[in-house]
């Protein structure tokens, strides 16, 4: 099939280059002409395991290509995928979806009849209806289908995650978008990874929620990291107790100074913000952010108190920067 990524960020760049290596014909569009350019000549703005070959590879196949031009890729599209970012809105916490908007308006007067523009992008309940809204404002009698298509990608796993998945969640509202993914994640399909339909909105929950319950764990154990401490337990082997348990899992039971990254804060956060808009207060993710932040202070305390009580004048040296650095 015809797919058009409007986004070269790591989830864009990343299902772009799957997809194609799936044996679709893929474009991906990004505004940035440098990144743009880059990619072109092989270079790869993110490091992930096994991208750049996977890029390369079907570059030269002729199945992967970049541009900046929308009417270079959307008018001959099957699908229309938004991978844009979708970051935490000052004030509120609210996911800000001006670049997915922006996307929506952009792409509205080259879509072609029967198209499906799918959201990749983690987006609150009810983007999917703002997104069909802002289409039919530029053009009221398109013919479209609008769906919701999540990902469940790891940074340093992402290409396995997305050959490999737990599950495919593809939300829709008619038949036609619902077929059209079918056919573009057939591959994996008949390799058994199993797919599963829902609404458009259960599909954007959906995401939220995993993400919610991951966090939740997170912060879980770290609550319990504190308790063993107090009474001389060791928390690695409390996490492995409870982790061997199936219905647990060991996942995500590491305790550390909470999670970061670019996904669980803001998701937390804007799922708190859709429970407050639609009046349904969801007090256990509550809990979750507050542990969260304590977490990265108590963290801190530690520091200032392993180095004597007092850090001012000294040098502290951090190996690792990933999502756990909280100074």
């Known amino acids: 099939m015809r797919i058009a990524m409007i986004g070269t960020g790591y989830v864009g760049l990343v299902s772009g280059t799957c997809f194609s290596d799936f044996g679709h014909e893929v474009t991906c569009i ?38 900046t031009d929308l009417a270079d890729a959307v008018p001959q599209a099957d699908a ?13 916490g ?46 009221p009698d398109l013919d479209i289908s609008v769906a919701s298509n999540p990902e469940f990608l790891r940074e340093g796993a992402a290409i ?67 308790l063993c401490e107090k009474v001389g337990a060791d928390v690695q082997d409390v996490a492995r107790g409870i982790g061997l348990d199936n219905r647990i899992g060991s996942k995500f ?19 708190l913000k859709t429970g407050q808009d639609y009046e349904a207060p969801l007090r256990i993710v509550e809990a979750v952010v507050a542990v969260n932040e304590n977490r990265k202070r108590s963290m801190g305390r530690k520091v200032i108190q392993a180095m004597g009580g007092a850090v001012q004048g000294k040098t502290v040296a951090i190996l690792g920067l990933t999502f756990k650095v909280c100074f």
Do not use: W
């Open 30 to 67: 990004d505004k940035d002409a440098a990144k743009v350019d880059a990619l072109r000549s092989g270079r790869i703005p993110i490091y992930e395991p096994g991208l750049e070959s996977l890029v390369t590879g079907n570059a030269k196949a002729g199945r992967l290509r970049f541009t």
């Open 80 to 92: 229309v995928f938004i991978a844009v970012g979708t970051p935490s809105r000052r004030g509120d």
């Open 94 to 139: 609210h996911a800000d979806l001006s670049y997915v908007y922006a996307a929506a308006r952009e792409m509205a007067e080259y879509l072609a009849p029967g198209t499906v523009v799918v959201t990749k992008s983690t987006v609150p309940v009810g983007t999917g209806d703002d997104v069909l809204r802002i289409i039919r404002e530029v053009k």
């Open 160 to 226: 396995e995650d997305f050959k490999h998945p737990d599950r495919i969640v593809i939300g829709c509202e008619d038949e036609r978008g619902e077929q059209v993914l079918r056919e573009i994640y057939r591959p994996l399909f008949l390799n058994r990874s199993p797919i599963v339909a829902m609404s458009r909105r259960g599909a954007e929950l959906t995401k939220y929620a995993a993400n919610a319950f991951l966090a939740t764990k997170i912060s879980f154990i770290n609550e319990i990291a504190d």
């Open 253 to 271: 039971l590491h305790a550390g100074p909470g999670y970061g990254g670019s996904c669980f804060p803001k998701d937390t956060l804007a799922l």
